[in-house]
């Protein structure tokens, strides 16, 4: 009874988590007007290219993917080795002040975003970046919460390996790229994943520094569907069911890494 019991939980979780997901492709299929019906389609429909062709004559859906993609595996890449140098200097590096900077680097993550908006955007006004990819790119690169995870990794990694590359003649970058880093590949590609989560999914400061068309990501092209008098409910459901796809395959891709490093966690705890 007992695992009866679990089974049926756990079922009754994924129906809650799948149903959500599942409306959104069926309302994608549908017309607007008929997701309004009572009762509701509980079945795909056959608009789906409609939709998606309305989609693409709104928002110029296609390029708005593309520029998602490249920012965020821009910010992903850079994101991800700034957090690891970091990690890596505050975990093995012995300097006056250490504990105090990262302190200081713990601190930010109770800053909220919407305080640095308005000191952000007037840096990114003052260089002339204003409606640029690097607004949305550089100012975030250093990101407490990856130069936290990736100390931690750092931390449990063996000295005697280091010096033992340094008596081999190997450099500090050598050491870092060639012993080092891929020993935390699990981190590494958790960290990956919530990078480039978080860069896919920004809305509030891509929708405050970006004013071109051309240069929209997917949350911002999203909300140019929501007008005054009018919402293209089945094209939103449309754009964020195809938005979801490149985080799937982001995870499909770095899960071996990401449950590795949850399961490794687990052990050492």
């Given at each position: 009874?007992?695992?009866?019991?679990?089974?049926?939980?756990?079922?009754?979780?994924?129906?809650?988590?799948?149903?959500?997901?599942?409306?959104?492709?069926?309302?994608?299929?549908?017309?607007?007007?008929?997701?309004?019906?009572?009762?509701?389609?509980?079945?795909?429909?056959?608009?789906?290219?409609?939709?998606?062709?309305?989609?693409?004559?709104?928002?110029?859906?296609?390029?708005?993917?593309?520029?998602?993609?490249?920012?965020?595996?821009?910010?992903?890449?850079?994101?991800?080795?700034?957090?690891?140098?970091?990690?890596?200097?505050?975990?093995?590096?012995?300097?006056?002040?250490?504990?105090?900077?990262?302190?200081?680097?713990?601190?930010?993550?109770?800053?909220?975003?919407?305080?640095?908006?308005?000191?952000?955007?007037?840096?990114?006004?003052?260089?002339?970046?204003?409606?640029?990819?690097?607004s949305i790119i550089i100012p975030f690169l250093a990101n407490s919460f990856g130069i936290?995870?990736?100390?931690?990794?750092?931390?449990?990694?063996?000295?005697?390996?280091?010096?033992?590359?340094?008596?081999?003649?190997?450099?500090?970058?050598?050491?870092?790229?060639?012993?080092?880093?891929?020993?935390?590949?699990?981190?590494?590609?958790?960290?990956?994943?919530?990078?480039?989560?978080?860069?896919?999914?920004?809305?509030?400061?891509?929708?405050?520094?970006?004013?071109?068309?051309?240069?929209?990501?997917?949350?911002?092209?999203?909300?140019?569907?929501?007008?005054?008098?009018?919402?293209?409910?089945?094209?939103?459901?449309?754009?964020?069911?195809?938005?979801?796809?490149?985080?799937?395959?982001?995870?499909?891709?770095?899960?071996r890494q990401f449950v590795a490093g949850l399961m490794g966690g687990a052990v050492k705890?």
């Open positions: 009874m007992k695992r009866l019991l679990i089974w049926a939980l756990a079922l009754a979780g994924a129906l809650v988590s799948v149903v959500p997901f599942y409306w959104m492709i069926v309302a994608a299929t549908h017309d607007g007007s008929e997701l309004f019906a009572s009762p509701p389609p509980f079945l795909p429909g056959g608009d789906l290219l409609a939709n998606l062709q309305k989609l693409e004559e709104s928002v110029h859906f296609a390029r708005v993917m593309a520029t998602s993609l490249w920012t965020a595996l821009v910010y992903t890449v850079l994101s991800a080795l700034v957090s690891a140098m970091c990690g890596y200097g505050l975990a093995k590096y012995r300097f006056r002040g250490r504990g105090l900077l990262l302190g200081v680097v713990l601190a930010t993550m109770m800053i909220p975003m919407q305080v640095l908006l308005v000191p952000l955007f007037q840096m990114m006004a003052s260089v002339g970046w204003v409606d640029t990819f690097q936290f995870l990736m100390r931690q990794a750092f931390m449990e990694f063996p000295d005697e390996l280091l010096e033992s590359g340094r008596l081999d003649g190997a450099g500090d970058l050598r050491i870092f790229y060639r012993i080092v880093l891929p020993c935390v590949r699990p981190q590494l590609g958790a960290l990956v994943i919530f990078t480039f989560m978080s860069q896919w999914n920004a809305f509030i400061w891509p929708l405050l520094m970006l004013n071109s068309e051309e240069r929209y990501t997917v949350p911002v092209a999203l909300n140019h569907l929501i007008g005054l008098s009018h919402v293209d409910y089945a094209g939103l459901m449309l754009g964020a069911f195809l938005a979801t796809l490149p985080l799937m395959l982001v995870f499909l891709i770095f899960q705890g």
